[in-house]
Structure formats: C-alpha cells, structure tokens
C-alpha cells in the first residue's frame, strides 16, 4: 500500500519534493494534498502536479486523516508552528531543515512527537544518498584509517534572496546552507559530540551572518572546519582525510552525485525530473522519502540514520556558533 503524504507549503522545496517522490513507484508514494495559507496557490499547485486535494489553511490539512505523512515545507521560522500543530493532531511528520530555530524549539517539537507517539524526522536529505550511504559504510569499514580532518565547503551567492538575508525569515548563511556543512561533519564522526566549537563570521546590516567558518574539535586530536557564505561561490567540496586515504565529494556536497576514495572516482546518477526543478540534483529528495517509508512500515518513530538526537546535537552546534558571532533572532528571547 502507497505511503500518503500530505504537503505543507507551496513554495520551490514542496514542489521539488512533490517532483521527486514521481520518480519512485507509485504503489509505494502518493501525494494526495496540498495545503497553503493562500488557497488559490494551493489550487495551483494541485493542478500543476495532479493532487487530488487543496487546502486554504494547514488546520486543514492537520486534519485530512487520509494521509500517512505531513512534509513541512514552509521557511523554519514556522516550523515549531506547523510542526506542533500537526503533531499534537497526531500526524507523521517530515520536516524541512533546520527543523526548528534554536534547541529550545526544536525540543518542543520532540517532547509533542514522543507525547503523541508519532514519527519525526528532520528532512536532512543529503544523508539518504547513495554516495553518503556509501561514505558511512566506507569509515564503518576503516577504509581510509582513522579519520583525522574533514574539510567542507558551501557557499552560493544568494544575497538577492530575502529569505536568506532577512532576520524574520530566518536569513543567515549557516541556518541556510552552512546545516548542511555541520551535519555532514556530525555524519562522519557518527553523532559523536564535538570537545569544543570555535565560530568566526561577519555579518550584514540586517544582522544575519554573510559568511561564517566554523572549526570544530574532536577527541583524539581529530579536527572539522566548515566555510559556508551567501555572498560566493565556493568549491562546495567536501574531503575527509584519514591516517590510510582519502575520501572526496568533489562537488554540490550537499547532494552529492559522485564520489572519490583514494583517487578512484564512482558516479551516482540521479533519475531525470518530470517538470522543471528550483533547486539543483532536487530528484535526490526521493531517498528521505524512501526513508520515511521504510521508516513507517516498521513501526518507527524516527530515523536511525538521522535520529533525534542528531538533530539536537546538530542544533546545539549551530546555536553555539550563532552565539560566537552574534546572530540572535526574535525566537531565541522567548
């Protein structure tokens, strides 16, 4: 029977996300509502993607119990709204990452999932693909040695978009894309939590971070250094180095399509869209999707491979690094 998912949101990510789950089979995914604050793009969205119901309000669609799974796909300043709006509905619930603004939201958002006995997990979605599956069975296996540096880099220009520069949208380079450098750091040395985080950034008028470097120290003399920046392109790489290798993502890190171990290079290709995409490598949402699936049949309440406590731990790291620089938002005075 087809996992039902109901799809919070009308903007760029709901519709990549709606895109991609069409290229699993569709006995096992199918989109069967929509739900924006504004009816008339929730019909929109419906027609462009054949989705049988369209809801003006997400009490709405909290409330649509012929669906299996709720995707939040609004900007994370609503998130904990949405979030535990559906879940004290007892819904499933996927949601967009950062999955909340600070830790304290973010427990909120866990306390209403464990309270209601439903399934959470953070749509961290560069964790589902083959090349991170891979990179995670590669260390299990000790394929390059003790892992000893880990380098990642994520910069786009982004500056002409508000939700990136605006502090009540959420705006910042490491809330935005520098998450997906962290996580990346957090996957590697599996969940284990840092000694120390040591952030440096500068920031623009608005008073979100422009750009940000975030070193983080491990245990056993291990190191991680993230860049990530929304005013330039940088080599969006990721290399982890190892007393016996290397191991290379050496482009679009955060949904990574090849992969280098010790010099030999394995490709991952992604199936072609079936209507246009916002984002890059965006068919590559269909692993999470997959995840939630699996997740679902067997009865879990989270993810094993980003659990809850990767979350938190991934949150604790970017509220540090928040702090270091001084980027506070409204949510964090709460």
């Known amino acids: 029977m087809a996992t039902r998912w109901g799809i919070c949101g009308a903007g760029r990510i709901s519709n990549d996300f709606t895109v991609a789950l069409k290229t699993l089979p569709p006995e096992d995914h199918q989109v069967v509502a929509v739900a924006s604050r504004d009816l008339q793009r929730a019909k929109e969205f419906s027609q462009r993607h054949g989705i ?98 880990v380098k990642v880099d994520f910069g786009v220009p982004l500056l002409h978009v508000p939700r990136t520069v605006e502090k009540e949208l959420g705006g910042s380079a490491l809330m935005d894309i520098g998450v997906y450098c962290l996580q990346f750091v957090c996957m590697v040395f599996s969940g284990e939590k840092p000694e120390s985080v040591t952030a440096t950034g500068v920031c623009l008028d608005t008073g979100v971070d ?90 879990l309440k989270e993810s094993p491979r980003m659990t809850l406590a990767d979350s938190t731990l991934l949150m604790e790291i970017l509220d540090e690094s928040r702090r270091q620089v001084g980027v506070v938002y409204r949510q964090d005075s709460v």
């Open 52 to 149: 049988e119901r369209a809801y003006g309000s997400y009490e709405e669609l909290a409330n649509d119990h012929d669906i299996d799974v709720l995707y939040i796909g609004t900007i994370h300043p609503q998130h904990v709204k949405v979030g535990l709006l559906f879940l004290k509905c007892k819904r499933n619930v996927l949601c967009e990452k950062p999955i909340a603004m600070n830790s304290r939201e973010l427990q909120q958002l866990i306390a209403a999932a464990k309270e209601n006995n439903v399934f959470l997990m953070e749509a961290v979605w560069t964790r589902y693909f083959p090349a991170s599956i891979q990179i995670s069975n590669l260390l299990a296996q000790e394929a390059i040695g003790e892992v000893k540096v």
């Open 210 to 299: 422009e750009a940000m470097t975030v070193v983080l120290k491990y245990s056993k003399n291990r190191l991680a250094i993230c860049t990530c920046s929304i005013a330039v392109l940088l080599p969006n790489d990721a290399t982890i180095v190892g007393t016996k290798g290397t191991i290379k993502i050496p482009e679009h890190m955060w949904s990574p399509t090849s992969l280098i171990v010790n010099g030999e290079e394995t490709e991952y290709p992604l199936p072609k869209p079936s209507l246009p995409l916002n984002f890059l490598n965006s068919t590559g949402l269909r692993y999470e999707a997959e995840e939630v699936r699996q997740c679902l049949l067997k009865g």
